[in-house]
């Protein structure tokens, strides 16, 4: 069955870095696309960065130029380096495959547990 295990997660210091890893499992991981989702308490989930099966990659413009996306086909994995660090990045980082290329659209078909991001 399909596993979404992410990582990486943590607190950190304004202007800080972080890199999320999120591990897939139970399907053909080039054949997906892959994403990095967002959600502060009392807030809607929000995209924040995709790369799909071509690895052309799309980014929220709130995080462009900090954040980026990337995968290793070879160890299943996709990766969300974080740098600069604000306040509002603060939140819950979700890992998400779907076989259409969503890009940031919210209808991926599975989803990880999620990792807590905190900046302060």
């Known amino acids: 069955h399909v596993q979404l295990v992410e990582s990486g997660g943590g607190l950190v210091q304004p202007g800080g870095s972080l890199r999320l890893s999120c591990a897939a499992s139970?399907?053909?991981?080039?054949?997906?696309?892959m994403a990095w989702f967002r959600q502060a308490p009392g807030k809607e989930r929000e995209g924040v960065a995709a790369?799909?099966?071509?690895?052309?990659?799309t980014y929220t413009y709130a995080v462009q130029g900090r954040f980026t996306i990337s995968k290793d086909s070879a160890k299943n994995t996709v990766y969300l380096q974080m740098n600069n660090l604000k306040t509002e990045d603060t939140a819950t980082y979700y890992c998400?495959?779907?076989?259409?290329?969503?890009?940031?659209?919210?209808?991926?078909?599975?989803w990880g547990q999620g990792t807590q991001v905190t900046v302060s």
């Open positions: 998400a495959a779907d076989s259409v290329n969503l890009h940031l659209a919210r209808w991926y078909t599975y």
């Open positions: 139970g399907f053909t991981f080039d054949d997906y696309a």
């Open positions: 790369i799909d099966t071509a690895g052309y990659t």
